[in-house]
């Protein structure tokens, strides 16, 4: 199994521009997440989708960001316009119906200038 | 309103001893604690957990220790290896809603 994929692995933007996030979760699993990464506010939950739906995304932190998932295979995580504070680490993770555990991809380092 | 603490922001250790990870916790309606493992670079990689209904789970070097009264679980690594340094997550299960709130996590360095 291929895992969790990611891409970019980093990007690096200015100020203002839109950013996409792409997640390609394991093959089965039925939960996806997309969480952000920083110093200062450890690894947060931004929002979750069960079975492509999303089901919690009280951790959006604004309207800037929005995150769909078309099918089953694919997610994104769309920042705009991009602020030099959405600098992170952005984590996408899925799980199985049932399970606890999540799996994470390897991250997509953001830098915004 | 830090539901999940890990109080260490690092550990050292020397090879071949154990290594003891702790972790806090507030919230009774956790239902499930997990431990990750990350390197740099990576995503984090679940390790083991353990369901509130039990004490203690062991799988291999790592076994994870629950208290309930005293709301902490702890993580230890016997012996300890190169490989083992690294930033240790501990995450529980909200009962209500199946979220994973996560500590700050600790960075464990083993020292040869």
């Known amino acids: 199994d291929a895992g969790v994929i990611q891409s970019p692995r980093h990007e690096v933007t200015e100020m203002g521009q839109e950013v996409t996030l792409r997640c390609k979760p394991i093959?089965?699993?039925?939960?996806l997440f997309w969480y952000r990464q920083t110093m200062m506010r450890g690894l947060e939950l931004l929002i979750y989708?069960?079975?492509?739906?999303?089901?919690?995304d009280s951790g959006m932190p604004e309207d800037r960001f929005s995150a769909k998932m078309p099918n089953a295979s694919f997610s994104t995580l769309k920042i705009q316009p991009s602020e030099p504070r959405d600098s992170a680490v952005y984590f996408c993770?899925?799980?199985?119906?049932?399970?606890?555990?999540?799996?994470f991809g390897p991250g997509t380092r953001l830098t915004v200038t | 309103d830090q539901q999940v603490k890990q109080n260490s922001p690092s550990l050292s250790v020397q090879e071949g001893r154990i290594s003891i990870l702790n972790c806090d916790y507030t919230?009774?309606?956790?239902?499930?604690f997990l431990w990750y493992k990350k390197y740099p670079a990576e995503g984090p990689t679940f390790l083991i957990s353990?369901?509130?209904i039990k004490d203690k789970n062991e799988d291999g070097r790592f076994t994870v220790f629950l208290n309930k009264s005293a709301k902490h679980l702890s993580l230890h690594i016997v012996p300890s290896q190169p490989g083992d340094s690294a930033v240790y997550f501990c995450?529980?299960?909200?009962?209500?809603?199946?979220?994973?709130?996560w500590g700050a996590g600790t960075k464990l360095i083993i020292k040869p």
């Open positions: 993770a899925s799980s199985l119906v049932g399970t606890t555990e999540q799996y």
């Open positions: 989708f069960n079975n492509n739906v999303p089901i919690d």
């Open positions: 995450a529980a299960r909200d009962g209500s809603n199946y979220q994973l709130i």
């Open positions: 353990i369901s509130s």
């Open positions: 093959s089965g699993h039925d939960y």
């Open positions: 919230n009774s309606m956790f239902d499930y």
